[in-house]
């Protein structure tokens, strides 16, 4: 079992940037695939970006490559999705997921556990 809790969103002015964090419980973090989506108001689940459980691999939505970088730090049991030069189309609730395999994946299906989610809200 794994528990995220993520931290990091706000109101933001377009331009600027934010870093998410999702801090997860647990001994087995190191083995799990980790995952960042977003769900805008009105729309369903967008992928964003994930990587492999020894941060190696990397995946981007196309909507934000070049833009967001997604890391983790294993030591301290967390992931995070730095974001720069945001958009106004940026703003939604974004959410990290964990997966045991440690493998990353762009489904939401592809993930066990969830967080809460943050929201990040991105002015003009």
């Known amino acids: 079992q794994v528990q995220l809790v993520e931290s990091g969103g706000g109101l933001v002015q377009a331009g600027a940037s934010l870093r998410l964090s999702c801090a997860a419980s647990?001994?087995?973090?190191?083995?799990?695939?980790m995952g960042w989506f977003r769900q805008a108001p009105g729309k369903g689940r967008e992928f964003v970006a994930a990587?492999?459980?020894?941060?190696?691999?990397?995946y981007y939505a196309d909507s934000v490559k070049g833009r967001f970088t997604i890391s983790r730090d294993n030591a301290k049991n967390t992931v995070y999705l730095r974001m720069s030069s945001l958009k106004p189309e940026d703003t939604a609730v974004y959410s990290c997921a964990a997966r045991p395999s440690g493998t990353y994946a762009y489904t939401d299906r592809s993930y066990d556990y969830w967080g809460q989610g943050t929201q990040v809200t991105v002015s003009s």
């Open positions: 647990g001994r087995t973090f190191n083995t799990y695939g």
């Open positions: 990587v492999s459980s020894s941060g190696t691999i990397k």
